[in-house]
């Protein structure tokens, strides 16, 4: 059974930063590539970002152009663990935030809380 846990959200100062994290177990997590998804106010699901999993020396990744260049995706498969670094954080990053499979949106977490606000 596919299991995804984030954490890492909070609530911080417009400019701040995160580090959300996405705990994985009960599928291959190396050679999976995943997503991070989140939910605003009101809003539906959007994507955010991608990293491919494991079929060389090179995960590949993807930004939604409204967090390209300040948001960054990572993986480490020896702890079977996704992140997403969140900088320069904006009021309009408030959502709730999902990890999930590429492949199956539907398998993603409980999600994580991020809300910026001064």
């Known amino acids: 059974e596919v299991q995804l846990v984030e954490s890492g959200g909070g609530l911080v100062q417009p400019g701040g930063s995160l580090r959300l994290s996405c705990a994985a177990s009960g599928f291959t997590f190396a050679t999976t590539s995943m997503i991070w998804l989140r939910q605003g106010p009101g809003k539906g699901l959007e994507w955010v970002s991608t990293?491919?999993?494991?079929?060389?020396?090179?995960?590949?990744?993807d930004y939604a152009d409204s967090v390209k260049g300040r948001f960054t995706i990572s993986r480490d498969n020896a702890k079977s663990t996704l992140y997403l670094q969140l900088n320069s954080l904006k009021s309009e990053d408030t959502a709730m935030y999902h990890c999930?499979?590429?492949?199956?949106?539907?398998?993603r977490g409980q999600g994580t809380q991020v809300t910026v606000s001064s």
């Open positions: 999930a499979l590429l492949n199956d949106w539907n398998q």
């Open positions: 990293i491919t999993g494991r079929g060389g020396n090179i995960n590949y990744v």
